[in-house]
């Protein structure tokens, strides 16, 4: 996963991807009308694309209704490269806490010395997390996904 992201185009879209994710997968499987009123869209990213950065959302359960908490997921992987962007992972933690109906996790897959570390720990307590060996990546959503359940 280093290597990978060491040959990506330069620039950063995790900002975007986060909102894009929590608003797709909120709209994908609920009423529009019955959309999270503490949900806001923001856009304050540097504007070059990166091809490490991206979000995968997912549902839990088998009925697209409802919208309960903790019944939808994003996950955001990157490599983790915020402060060279500008982006403060203070606000990140706001928009993947924006919306109590979707439950979003980000997942740093590289670090440049303890750039993971110092994201994790200014981000809001469950929802960031660090995976530098792709085969532990698996266990890692499993883990995020049995403490969901088990909350």
């Known amino acids: 996963m280093v290597a990978h992201s060491q040959f990506c185009f330069s620039g950063d879209h995790t900002l975007e991807?986060?909102?894009?994710?929590?608003?797709n997968v909120y709209e994908t499987f609920n009423d529009p009308d019955e959309r999270s009123a503490s949900f806001s869209a923001t856009?304050?990213?540097a504007e070059d694309s990166d091809a490490t950065d991206g979000a995968q959302s997912g549902r839990r359960g088998a009925s697209a209704g409802g919208g309960d908490p903790g019944q939808h997921f994003v996950f955001l992987l990157s490599d983790a490269n915020l402060r060279r962007y500008g982006i403060d992972p203070e606000y990140l933690g706001q928009i993947?806490?924006?919306?109590?109906?979707?439950?979003?996790?980000?997942?740093?897959?590289?670090?440049?010395?303890d750039e993971a570390t110092r994201i994790g720990q200014a981000m809001p307590p469950g929802t960031a997390s660090t995976c530098?060996?792709?085969?532990?990546l698996p266990q890692l959503l499993k883990s995020i996904l049995t403490s969901s359940i088990d909350n």
């Not at 991807?17 to 608003?23: F, L, P, V, Y």
């Open 17 to 23: 991807a986060a909102e894009s994710a929590i608003q």
């Open 43 to 45: 856009g304050n990213a």
């Open 96 to 113: 993947l806490t924006s919306d109590p109906a979707v439950k979003a996790n980000f997942i740093a897959i590289a670090s440049l010395a």
């Open 132 to 136: 530098l060996d792709a085969a532990d």
